[in-house]
């Protein structure tokens, strides 16, 4: 079992930046982290991600704006959100997934944390 703790979240003005955290216990060894997000209306879709090597993907829409970084430990994970937008408005989660397994589908991503709203006013 894996439990994950997001915070960081709120209310920004567009260009400013935020930094979202979540922490990891349990049995998060085996385990690789991301960072999805859900706007009203809309599906979640993936942000960022560290693949089973380590190296650290990204979606086109946040690429050059954000960063995925964790600590030395392996149980915390940030999301460095800068030069934000009001289209980055939504609930960010993070979740983990077995590490080799495919970082782009949701599926493969079996614990979630509950969630934290990031809000960018324009």
């Known amino acids: 079992q894996v439990q994950l703790v997001e915070s960081g979240g709120g209310l920004v003005q567009a260009g400013g930046s935020l930094r979202l955290s979540c922490e990891a216990s349990?049995?998060?060894?085996?385990?690789?982290m991301g960072w999805f997000r859900q706007a009203p209306g809309k599906e979640r879709e993936f942000v960022a991600s560290?693949?089973?090597?380590?190296?650290?993907y990204y979606a086109d829409s946040v690429k050059g704006r954000f960063t995925i970084s964790k600590d030395n430990a392996g149980n915390m994970v940030y999301l460095q959100m800068n030069n934000l937008e009001p289209t980055d408005t939504a609930v960010y989660y993070c979740?983990?997934?077995?590490?080799?397994?495919?970082?782009?589908?949701?599926?493969?991503?079996?614990?979630w944390g509950q969630g934290t709203q990031v809000t960018v006013s324009s």
């Open positions: 560290f693949g089973w090597s380590g190296t650290a």
């Open positions: 349990g049995s998060f060894g085996n385990y690789a």
């Open positions: 979740a983990a997934r077995i590490r080799d397994r495919n970082y782009l589908e949701i599926a493969e991503y079996h614990y």
